[in-house]
């Protein structure tokens, strides 16, 4: 269970993020893991392919998209999938969990996020370290 641990203890974060984050991602040390059906023609890294919508999903109504998705993922077990997230990635970097869609609210990431964290496992949507500085020099005013 040490890479359960790993995820807890902050030596591995999981974030989500979309394609065009993938260079900013990359400066900061944060690794991209697919969880999207079709990948970047130029993306070679990891993939975690049980988190990713079917082909059927994808050519339904969105209300039944998000329904059969939710019901996908909540059929797995949500430290499970972070374990094994952990060792894809040898525990010891930051990931991101990523798709295609720029707005999260958009994407089935938003859902995976939902899903980990209201089982105990902190996944949010990542930012630029240079815009979460700022947030915090303007809370602090």
């Known amino acids: 269970m040490e890479s359960i641990t790993n ?3 902050g030596r591995m974060r999981i974030y989500t993020s979309y394609w065009g984050n993938a260079k900013r991602l990359a ?3 944060v690794e991209p893991v697919a969880i999207c ?7 070679r890294g990891k993939a975690y392919d049980t988190l990713a919508p079917t082909w059927p999903m994808m050519r339904m ?3 039944e998209f998000w329904k059969s998705y939710r019901e996908m993922v ?7 999938v972070a374990e094994e997230l952990a060792r894809l990635c040898d525990g010891s970097k930051s990931i991101a969990l990523m798709c295609y869609e720029r707005n999260p609210e958009e994407c089935h990431r938003h859902v995976v996020s939902e899903w980990m964290t209201e089982s105990g496992i902190s996944v ?9 500085q700022e947030r915090l020099q303007m809370s602090m005013f």
């Open 7 to 9: 995820v807890k203890a």
């Open 27 to 29: 400066k900061e040390g």
């Open 37 to 43: 059906r079709g990948k970047p023609k130029w993306f």
């Open 61 to 63: 109504p969105l209300d």
């Open 74 to 80: 909540e059929r797995l077990d949500a430290r499970r």
């Open 124 to 132: 949010v949507e990542w930012e630029p370290a240079e815009v979460v």
